[in-house]
């Protein structure tokens, strides 16, 4: 109950981030570390979901740049709940 399943997610613009209560204990996304260029703004962090099956959809669009970003739930980050998320433009992600 304390960890993202997958730890490590792949996206491009356009594509939608679910996050989803599995455990029934309190967890939110809290973006510790952004791509240079990104304005995530309000979608920094998340709402707190504490029940099971909410959900938490981001929308990778223009407020993500192109990179890595590293992200936690911030009350399990001291027992390691985080995750990373890596952004790579359609063009882009077809290479190596």
Not at 29 to 37: D, I, N
Not at 41 to 49: E, R, V
Request: proline share 6%.
């Amino acid at each position: 109950p304390y960890a993202f399943e997958p730890a490590m997610t792949v996206a491009q613009p356009g594509d939608i981030l679910r996050f989803i209560e599995t455990a029934g204990v309190m967890h939110n996304v809290h973006f510790t570390k952004t791509a240079p260029g990104a304005k995530l703004g309000a979608a920094t962090s998340g709402p707190y979901l504490t029940t099971k099956g909410q959900t938490y959809d981001i929308v990778i669009d223009k407020r993500f740049a192109e990179g890595t970003y590293e992200y936690v739930c911030d009350p399990h980050a001291t027992i390691g709940m985080k995750g990373t998320l890596v952004v790579k433009s359609r063009a882009s992600a077809g290479t190596k």
